[in-house]
């Protein structure tokens, strides 16, 4: 009897020796080939709630995702023959959220030196030819755990100087910066000179400054110059080289790698990224852009509310980063900065609400969102402000954004408010293929959770 | 220059908070915890409130007498005197106690010596720094004030409440047991720093050093303790001839700390230098209160549980140093799992006026309960400071230190309402909101004044130059992922 009790014993620890191995197992293989590249298919997500974030909500729907893209959404929309379904029940599917103003990919540890890797910043003012698509480094931890928490898509910028070079629009799944980048070369980014950082009440950029104010506004107004000339001289370089393309007769120009890689810029028809955030810096981005030409994009824009009228006629986008930053000014309101995607909105100014963190907090773009909600902007304004809106503002919102057929299939299906931090993800899909909900993080949770 | 600080004085005093009604009542807070309690009665009605230690209740009120919570539950009856406040549809937590903050300091670091235990924090108080506000804003309303993280013992902290409008001396925690902030691993290396050419640099380099500097600390606070021991086993005995030993500010703290009457708050990341710290604390007989940020503390929770040691932690800040890349947002379910009492600060003025969706985060992070969360951000915190009898949960008896929340304060969509110190309401959004137009006409004349406008064409005079900072960055000296330059 008792011998029997012993076999009942051993069977039992075997047993549950087989299951801790094959869920350790199972969360090792997440790692692998799906964890860098997602799972391919057809997929039919039914009867879920889905945010379809450019029209009604439909409240007991179904998605098909097939090649990459949704083919199909609606209360009845036909499912092909092989589809993996999956259960939607109780659950709520959303658009990917974008976040335009991070560097994910270039920076895995913000410490500088050899410790960390950091490739946001080339040495010198003046880099346009600098392309964050050549740096992104899809093996970042940063792009696991920003994903799971359902930030499908960035713009990774490079940062400093002047010009601080081109930025790449990715998506966060993909073993190669070409997998990822839906537009290699999405944007260039520019610092737009001031008159120094900083707040402090009106008189507050003295305290910055400890100088003479004709000295600051003269040393900008040497760089707005700089930057003039040498988009002028892209221009003049464009022209030259179209020229001597048609006539054969005429001297073709020597290759520029500077100048050739601002052609598509002057001439408008890739944006320009203007890092700006006090209000004059902003307006005075605004009306160089339209001295030159160049199709801005602002980014930063803390103070954009004060010239919000001003932003909407001459329709200038916003993305805007500092919805949690601390008032700029002693005297500002608690929640001016809360308040600020509201305030856009109310006054008609094509805005979206961005992190500006540049990879670790990428995540938390919900709950900045969210904030903003909090302090007046409408729930479905700030569900746009980081789905359809920054699709938009970078010329992609026939492709991403909202939950629309043919549309790229980037979803996140919850089981709650996308938007809310208690809110949970249970499947994810980025170009269509299902990703596993694994990161860095969870990886390290499984390993000491529970450990005795 | 005389203009333009007069100028400077003049906008500090529009800054919100100013003409709150608790400023009004004049200096009340005062010096003693009876002396704290003139506040009137006040009847918070029909809230559902999150009490922290024993559940959430529904359609209840709260009585507020004296600055103390008297009465919880339902239909409660108020003096016919009393403010009542229709919370109908609101909800109500305890005040937020942020275990780790940098607000209203004036300066952090004492980076001479990397032993600076003589240094306090208590003595660099701004109180018209206008992040109080912001925090009260947030429903913050007791912060553990720490000294920065580039010693390896920095020096005395300061549990304070948020009575803004108040001199300095009234912010001071009545009762909370004195801690100490020690720091483990880079920042107290300083082997990062910048360092004059040809200067030595500053001992130690290595977390090998910094082991040895606590240590070396601990051995002589042992030998000036048997010094006064002996001192003083020798008065008792009668002996006139004893000579006191000469007094040492540097080891008195560090005394206290042997005698288990001052908490050790210490800074650490790697699960290496946690287990350093434990083993000296155990070889000296002392308790480790706190671990702060504590970021690989899901990697030894069993340990920091066995010793007994708190942990204070970030909700998911990570990646900014390279001893910062293995922290996890499940840090905090892990060791609340493991035994350990667990509390999510800021160590940001920015981050502290959201501690409600870092608590939020760690129910999606490891799955704790909506009060094991919450209590992350009051109950436990108050725990670690040895401030629970008072603060950290709705019940009564304890201080009336609460938030009044527009919906569940673990919703993004949620805004503070009123927030009350002791009875005595120190952020009211309704009156906040009321003041703005009287402002910004003042703001406007102020404006039109102009000054400062220089005689003749003349460029505009600087800013002074003693100006105390609008905010403190915790990390420009100490980067511990305050984010507060996001």
Same mark, same amino acid.
């Given at each position: 009897?008792?011998?029997?009790?012993?076999?009942?014993?051993?069977?039992?620890?075997?047993?549950?020796?087989?299951?801790?191995?094959?869920?350790?197992?199972?969360?090792?293989?997440?790692?692998?080939?799906?964890?860098?590249?997602?799972?391919?298919?057809?997929?039919?997500?039914?009867?879920?709630?889905?945010?379809?974030?450019?029209?009604?909500?439909?409240?007991?729907?179904?998605?098909?995702?097939?090649?990459?893209?949704?083919?199909?959404?609606?209360?009845?929309?036909?499912?092909?023959?092989?589809?993996?379904?999956?259960?939607?029940?109780?659950?709520?599917?959303?658009?990917?959220?974008?976040?335009?103003?991070?560097?994910?990919?270039?920076?895995?540890?913000?410490?500088?030196?050899?410790?960390?890797?950091?490739?946001?910043?080339?040495?010198?003012?003046?880099?346009?030819?600098?392309?964050?698509?050549?740096?992104?480094?899809?093996?970042?931890?940063?792009?696991?755990?920003?994903?799971?928490?359902?930030?499908?898509?960035?713009?990774?910028?490079?940062?400093?100087?002047?010009?601080?070079?081109?930025?790449?629009?990715?998506?966060?799944?993909?073993?190669?910066?070409?997998?990822?980048?839906?537009?290699?070369?999405?944007?260039?980014?520019?610092?737009?000179?001031?008159?120094?950082?900083?707040?402090?009440?009106?008189?507050?950029?003295?305290?910055?400054?400890?100088?003479?104010?004709?000295?600051?506004?003269?040393?900008?107004?040497?760089?707005?110059?700089?930057?003039?000339?040498?988009?002028?001289?892209?221009?003049?370089?464009?022209?030259?080289?179209?020229?001597?393309?048609?006539?054969?007769?005429?001297?073709?120009?020597?290759?520029?790698?500077?100048?050739?890689?601002?052609?598509?810029?002057?001439?408008?028809?890739?944006?320009?990224?203007?890092?700006?955030?006090?209000?004059?810096?902003?307006?005075?981005?605004?009306?160089?852009?339209?001295?030159?030409?160049?199709?801005?994009?602002?980014?930063?824009?803390?103070?954009?509310?004060?010239?919000?009228?001003?932003?909407?006629?001459?329709?200038?986008?916003?993305?805007?980063?500092?919805?949690?930053?601390?008032?700029?000014?002693?005297?500002?309101?608690?929640?001016?900065?809360?308040?600020?995607?509201?305030?856009?909105?109310?006054?008609?100014?094509?805005?979206?609400?961005?992190?500006?963190?540049?990879?670790?907090?990428?995540?938390?773009?919900?709950?900045?969102?969210?904030?903003?909600?909090?302090?007046?902007?409408?729930?479905?304004?700030?569900?746009?402000?980081?789905?359809?809106?920054?699709?938009?503002?970078?010329?992609?919102?026939?492709?991403?954004?909202?939950?629309?057929?043919?549309?790229?299939?980037?979803?996140?299906?919850?089981?709650?408010?996308?938007?809310?931090?208690?809110?949970?993800?249970?499947?994810?899909?980025?170009?269509?293929?299902?990703?596993?909900?694994?990161?860095?993080?969870?990886?390290?949770?499984?390993?000491f959770?529970?450990r005795? | 220059?005389?203009?333009?600080?007069?100028?400077?004085?003049?906008?500090?005093?529009?800054?919100?908070?100013?003409?709150?009604?608790?400023?009004?009542?004049?200096?009340?807070?005062?010096?003693?915890?009876?002396?704290?309690?003139?506040?009137?009665?006040?009847?918070?009605?029909?809230?559902?409130?999150?009490?922290?230690?024993?559940?959430?209740?529904?359609?209840?009120?709260?009585?507020?007498?004296?600055?103390?919570?008297?009465?919880?539950?339902?239909?409660?009856?108020?003096?016919?005197?009393?403010?009542?406040?229709?919370?109908?549809?609101?909800?109500?937590?305890?005040?937020?106690?942020?275990?780790?903050?940098?607000?209203?300091?004036?300066?952090?670091?004492?980076?001479?010596?990397?032993?600076?235990?003589?240094?306090?924090?208590?003595?660099?108080?701004?109180?018209?720094?206008?992040?109080?506000?912001?925090?009260?804003?947030?429903?913050?309303?007791?912060?553990?004030?720490?000294?920065?993280?580039?010693?390896?013992?920095?020096?005395?902290?300061?549990?304070?409440?948020?009575?803004?409008?108040?001199?300095?001396?009234?912010?001071?925690?009545?009762?909370?047991?004195?801690?100490?902030?020690?720091?483990?691993?880079?920042?107290?290396?300083?082997?990062?720093?910048?360092?004059?050419?040809?200067?030595?640099?500053?001992?130690?380099?290595?977390?090998?050093?910094?082991?040895?500097?606590?240590?070396?600390?601990?051995?002589?606070?042992?030998?000036?303790?048997? $010094?006064?021991?002996?001192?003083? @086993?020798?008065? #008792?005995?009668?002996?006139?001839? *004893? &000579?006191?030993?000469?007094? =040492?500010?540097?080891?008195?703290?560090?005394?206290?700390?042997?005698?288990?009457?001052?908490?050790?708050?210490?800074?650490c990341?790697r699960a290496d230098e946690i287990v350093?710290?434990l083993?000296?604390?155990?070889?000296?007989?002392?308790?480790?209160?706190?671990f702060?940020?504590v970021?690989e503390g899901y990697k030894v929770a069993k340990e920091i549980a066995a010793h007994?040691?708190?942990a204070?932690?970030?909700?998911?800040?990570?990646?900014?140093?390279?001893?910062?890349?293995?922290?996890?947002?499940?840090?905090?379910?892990?060791m609340?799992?493991a035994?350990v009492?667990?509390?999510?600060?800021?160590?940001?003025?920015?981050?502290?006026?959201?501690?409600?969706?870092?608590?939020?985060?760690?129910?999606?992070?490891? $799955?704790?309960?909506?009060?094991? @969360?919450?209590? #992350?951000?009051?109950?436990?915190? *108050? &725990?670690?400071?040895?401030? =629970?009898?008072?603060?950290?949960?709705?019940?009564?008896?304890?201080?009336?230190?609460?938030?009044?929340?527009?919906?569940?304060?673990?919703?993004?969509?949620?805004?503070?309402?009123?927030?009350?110190?002791?009875?005595?309401?120190?952020?009211?959004?309704?009156?906040?909101?009321?003041?703005?137009?009287?402002?910004?006409?003042?703001?406007?004349?102020?404006?039109?004044?102009?000054?400062?406008?220089?005689?003749?064409?003349?460029?505009?005079?600087?800013?002074?130059?003693?100006?105390?900072?609008?905010?403190?960055?915790?990390?420009?000296?100490?980067?511990?992922?305050?984010?507060?330059?996001?």
């Open positions: 009897m008792s011998k029997r009790a012993n076999y009942l014993l051993l069977i039992v620890f075997c047993l549950l020796f087989a299951s801790v191995s094959v869920s350790a197992q199972q969360a090792s293989s997440n790692m692998g080939p799906e964890f860098m590249d997602g799972r391919a298919g057809t997929y039919a997500i039914r009867n879920a709630h889905i945010v379809t974030v450019s029209g009604a909500d439909i409240d007991n729907g179904t998605i098909v995702i097939r090649d990459g893209r949704i083919q199909a959404v609606g209360a009845s929309a036909s499912v092909p023959a092989g589809a993996q379904s999956i259960d939607g029940r109780g659950l709520t599917v959303y658009p990917g959220m974008i976040d335009l103003g991070t560097s994910l990919g270039l920076i895995e540890i913000t410490e500088n030196g050899a410790t960390g890797w950091v490739d946001t910043q080339e040495v010198g003012e003046i880099n346009p030819n600098s392309m964050a698509f050549v740096s992104l480094n899809p093996h970042s931890a940063h792009i696991g755990t920003t994903r799971v928490n359902g930030v499908t898509s960035a713009l990774s910028a490079p940062q400093g100087g002047l010009i601080s070079g081109q930025a790449a629009f990715i998506n966060l799944l993909g073993s190669t910066p070409d997998a990822m980048a839906l537009v290699p070369q999405a944007a260039l980014v520019v610092n737009f000179p001031g008159l120094g950082g900083g707040g402090g009440g009106p008189f507050g950029f003295f305290g910055q400054q400890q100088g003479n104010i004709t000295e600051a506004i003269t040393a900008r107004n040497r760089q707005i110059d700089q930057l003039r000339k040498l988009l002028r001289d892209a221009e003049a370089y464009g022209r030259a080289q179209d020229a001597a393309a048609q006539d054969k007769n005429l001297p073709r120009p020597d290759v520029d790698v500077v100048l050739a890689s601002l052609v598509p810029y002057v001439r408008g028809t890739r944006p320009v990224i203007f890092r700006a955030d006090r209000d004059h810096e902003i307006r005075g981005a605004v009306q160089f852009a339209e001295e030159m030409k160049l199709k801005p994009i602002i980014l930063g824009g803390d103070d954009a509310w004060k010239i919000a009228p001003f932003l909407k006629e001459h329709n200038v986008p916003v993305v805007l980063t500092g919805v949690l930053n601390l008032p700029r000014r002693e005297d500002d309101y608690y929640d001016v900065q809360y308040e600020s995607a509201g305030k856009l909105q109310a006054a008609g100014v094509r805005f979206c609400i961005s992190t500006g963190d540049t990879a670790a907090d990428v995540r938390s773009l919900p709950y900045q969102a969210g904030m903003a909600a909090a302090f007046g902007l409408a729930k479905a304004e700030a569900l746009k402000a980081v789905t359809l809106y920054p699709a938009q503002i970078m010329g992609l919102g026939d492709r991403l954004g909202s939950i629309e057929p043919g549309k790229i299939a980037n979803l996140v299906v919850t089981d709650g408010d996308l938007l809310e931090a208690r809110t949970n993800i249970r499947y994810l899909f980025i170009n269509g293929r299902q990703v596993p909900l694994v990161s860095r993080h969870t990886e390290l949770n499984e390993q959770k529970n005795k | 220059m005389r203009k333009l600080c007069a100028i400077f004085l003049l906008l500090a005093l529009l800054a919100p908070g100013w003409s709150l009604p608790a400023r009004a009542q004049g200096r009340r807070a005062g010096g003693t915890r009876a002396e704290s309690a003139a506040a009137g009665d006040t009847l918070i009605r029909n809230a559902t409130i999150l009490t922290a230690s024993h559940g959430t209740l529904q359609n209840a009120d709260i009585l507020i007498r004296n600055g103390k919570i008297t009465a919880v539950g339902p239909n409660l009856k108020a003096p016919d005197s009393a403010r009542v406040i229709d919370a109908t549809g609101k909800f109500v937590t305890p005040g937020i106690v942020d275990c780790h903050s940098h607000t209203m300091l004036d300066a952090i670091n004492e980076g001479s010596l990397s032993v600076t235990s003589m240094a306090r924090i208590r003595d660099v108080l701004n109180p018209t720094a206008p992040n109080i506000y912001r925090e009260l804003a947030g429903g913050v309303t007791t912060i553990n004030a720490l000294h920065g993280s580039a010693n390896s013992i920095g020096g005395q902290n300061a549990v304070l409440k948020l009575r803004y409008g108040h001199p300095a001396a009234d912010f001071v925690f009545q009762g909370a047991p004195p801690g100490i902030k020690f720091a483990l691993g880079e920042n107290p290396k300083r082997s990062n720093g910048f360092n004059l050419p040809g200067t030595p640099r500053r001992y130690p380099a290595t977390r090998m050093g910094v082991e040895e500097t606590i240590r070396d600390a601990f051995i002589r606070a042992r030998n000036y303790k048997r $010094g006064w021991d002996d001192y003083r @086993a020798a008065q #008792t005995r009668g002996d006139k001839t *004893a &000579i006191a030993p000469r007094r =040492d500010i540097q080891l008195e703290p560090l005394v206290e700390v042997l005698e288990g009457k001052r908490y050790v708050h210490s800074h990341y350093m710290l083993r000296i604390a155990d070889e000296f007989g002392f308790k480790v209160r706190t702060q940020h970021l007994g040691a708190g204070s932690v970030f909700a998911d800040s990570w990646g900014y140093k390279l001893e910062a890349y293995d922290a996890i947002p499940y840090n905090a379910a892990i609340t799992r035994g009492v667990v509390s999510v600060n800021s160590d940001s003025d920015e981050r502290a006026r959201r501690l409600n969706i870092d608590a939020a985060k760690t129910m999606k992070y490891g $799955g704790l309960s909506e009060e094991e @969360a919450l209590r #992350t951000i009051t109950l436990n915190a *108050a &725990i670690q400071l040895g401030i =629970d009898k008072w603060v950290g949960s709705v019940d009564v008896g304890k201080d009336a230190d609460l938030v009044i929340w527009t919906s569940h304060p673990f919703s993004v969509y949620a805004r503070v309402e009123q927030t009350y110190i002791d009875g005595t309401v120190y952020f009211d959004r309704t009156q906040d909101l009321a003041r703005r137009a009287d402002m910004e006409r003042e703001r406007e004349q102020l404006e039109k004044a102009e000054a400062n406008r220089p005689a003749g064409d003349g460029p505009p005079p600087g800013a002074p130059r003693g100006r105390r900072p609008a905010s403190h960055h915790a990390d420009d000296e100490d980067t511990d992922g305050g984010n507060d330059n996001r």
